[in-house]
């Protein structure tokens, strides 16, 4: 119970005792495939390489890499999220609603604040009503989170009528969330939201790797009946991973709005959920569980971004991108099957 669950991709070259060529391919396949896909965009589009579309691409990525570390320790899990872009679209439209129709938080900082906490503390009750019915009720994650992104869905649209809801660009909440505030002021030359989603993927790097809770995680995806059979409540810990997921999809969320400056329903549609997904998987975590890495998820979230981003500068539609992804997504499980069978 020790030892590191997310070692086990160092076993491809324990019994060697040396890396080998094909084992480096198999251990390091999704930082290989980045480092390809930037040098390809670099070449395909002169515009890539140029700030102007590095900050936008970053801006885009926050919401997605905030939802993929919560979306790593539910896979880790053995389990699956579905329910991510209602969750987070609901929590926006909260956050908008509140602005816009209810006139709280309009004026006064401390209101945007508790608005925004408000907004988050929605999420988190979806998170923790997923958690309740996969760990204590044994319902499987997958029925479990489709049934709530469905209910969530239909939330979303019940409030807003399907209709958008833009913030008034003259009040208080426009002016500290969207322009000039959080969304485009910088730090460093860093975009907030940017500087928020790296504290917060530094944060899970600290705990998946260093606490009990982050081993815990990996043990229950690698062995539940060993965690229980060694007197830990496992349940109490997989209550958590979703309440987690819960809350880092209401932060998301008010970022969406701090983007854009609306909430829509539409967004429920969106590919919040399977973007992240495809990112953990293709950072290299196993959907049986017990295997991920919070680095690798980073640049499998990335993969997918640059195969976005470029096919945008190059005025391609959005249906060549889903079959480049699910190529690529294929590719990457290929890869980590050929390394569960040498590792076996």
Known sequence: ??????????????????????????????????????????????????????????????VYLIIAMGMLMVVITAGIDLGAAPTATLSSIIAAMCFVRWGIGTQTGLGIWCVILLSIAASTLIGAINGFLVARMRMPAFIVTLATSYAGEGVCYIITKGNTVMLDTSSKAY????????????????????????LIVVIFFLVMKY?????????????????????????????????????????AGVLMVCRSGNASALSCSG???????????????????????????????????????????????????????????????LLKSISTRKQG
Not at 175 to 198: D, H, N, R, S, W
């Open 175 to 198: 002016e500290m969330l969207v322009y000039p505030g959080f969304a485009f002021k910088t730090l460093f030359g860093l975009p907030y939201m940017v500087v928020l989603a790296i």
């Open 211 to 251: 606490t009990t809770f982050g081993r815990m995680v990996y043990a229950i995806g690698s062995n539940e009946n060993a965690v229980q059979l060694a007197g830990i409540n496992s349940k109490k810990y997989l209550f958590f991973v979703y309440l987690i997921q819960g809350v880092l999809c209401g932060i």
């Open 271 to 333: 590919d919040y959920a399977m973007n992240t997904i495809a990112g953990v998987v293709i950072g290299g975590a196993s959907l049986a569980g017990g295997e991920g890495s919070v680095l690798f998820t980073v640049v499998g979230v990335f993969i997918i971004a640059i195969i976005g981003n470029i096919m945008n500068l190059i005025n391609l539609p959005s249906y060549p991108q889903m079959v480049v992804k699910a190529f690529i997504i294929i590719f990457a499980v």
């Open 1 to 62: 119970m020790n030892e590191k669950p997310n070692a086990p991709a160092d076993s491809l070259t324990a019994r060697k005792g040396k890396l080998t060529f094909r084992d480096f391919i198999l251990k390091y396949n999704a930082p290989l495939i980045l480092v390809v896909l930037f040098i390809a965009a670099s070449i395909i589009s002169p515009i890539y390489l140029t700030w102007t579309n590095i900050s936008t691409v970053l801006r885009q990525q926050t």
